[in-house]
């Protein structure tokens, strides 16, 4: 069994991170395996240096030690982009010009716009340009991001399942986000095309993560199956909310472990602020 903790040096670890970290920690110890680091720090605009050492720092008070060398996904721009060029190869990603602003502004026109999970999804305007009009758009160097054509690539999967250690086996929805972005335009790559293709080379056989990420496992798995990634386990748990019922955020200026260990608070403490780590029986080392 091999899990993974993929924090992003964006700020400090909050108990959200730490409950994530704790239950990657003990999959992998049940399954009598490997808990690793990755540092999803692709976004360098929002990316900070002080907190890649402030995480382990937090990591390691906590008891939580990890295996082999932390991954950065920063390092790893060239393989992400080796992924989108096999998906356009195959014909399912088309380059999109549209400004979010634009995208606004056509689904506000749209009568019973379609929506998933997180809201509105893309309308599917650049999916319409001819590969002429593409062709003479990129040359311009007008800029532009990579989306999946979610109807393409369902046809091209056929019907797709994950299996998610507390939701059951679920059918996979190609559709469920729309035509996500795989590549942005500042980043040249996205969390999702990101995410499975370091699974794969982690060689993860369990991921774990917040519920609020089961909807984008449907797309990972089409991603999975269209690269040749292996398929993984999963285990969506509950999140940390805070007195009001919110997730903690990062963003919201959660509180973080670090003020919490400078206030004084025990490993002990902080756990206690914690909902139960999920049951895990059986051995998840003849899951895979």
Not at 20 to 40: P, Q
Not at 202 to 207: M, N
Not at 258 to 263: E, G, I, V, Y
Request: proline content about 6%.
């Amino acid at each position: 069994m091999r899990t993974r903790f993929a924090p992003s040096p964006t700020g400090p670890m909050h108990l959200g991170h730490a409950y994530a970290a704790l239950v990657a920690r003990e999959a992998a110890d049940h399954g009598n395996g490997v808990f690793l680091l990755r540092f999803e720090d692709i976004d360098r605009s929002r990316v900070r240096p002080g907190y890649y050492n402030l995480i382990e720092e937090d990591l390691q008070w906590m008891g939580l030690e990890w295996q082999e060398e932390p991954m950065r996904q920063s390092d790893r721009l060239e393989v992400y982009s080796n992924a989108l060029t096999a998906l356009q190869d195959q014909g399912l990603v088309y380059p999109c010009f549209c400004t979010r602003r634009a995208i606004a502004d056509e689904i506000s026109r749209i009568t019973n716009a379609p929506h998933g999970p997180e809201g509105p999804v893309y309308p599917g305007t650049c999916r319409k340009i001819s590969a002429d009009e593409r062709t003479e758009r990129i040359a311009m160097k007008t800029p532009h991001s990579w989306r999946l054509n979610c109807a393409k690539a369902a046809e091209a999967c056929g019907q797709l399942t994950f299996r998610d250690l507390l939701h059951g086996v679920i059918p996979v929805c190609a559709e469920k986000l729309g035509d996500v972005i795989l590549a942005r335009r500042d980043i040249a790559t996205s969390y999702h095309l990101a995410v499975v293709t370091d699974d794969a080379e982690q060689q993860i056989t369990l991921v774990t993560r917040g519920e609020d990420l089961l909807s984008s496992t449907h797309i990972h798995r089409v991603l999975q199956n269209l690269l040749g990634y292996p398929e993984p386990l999963y285990l969506h748990h509950e999140l940390v909310c805070d007195e009001k019922g919110n997730r903690l955020a990062t963003r919201d200026k959660a509180r973080s472990l670090a003020s919490l260990r400078a206030s004084g608070c025990s490993r002990t403490q902080i756990l206690e602020k914690l909902p139960p780590l999920p049951a895990l029986t059986g051995n998840l080392a003849g899951e895979t």
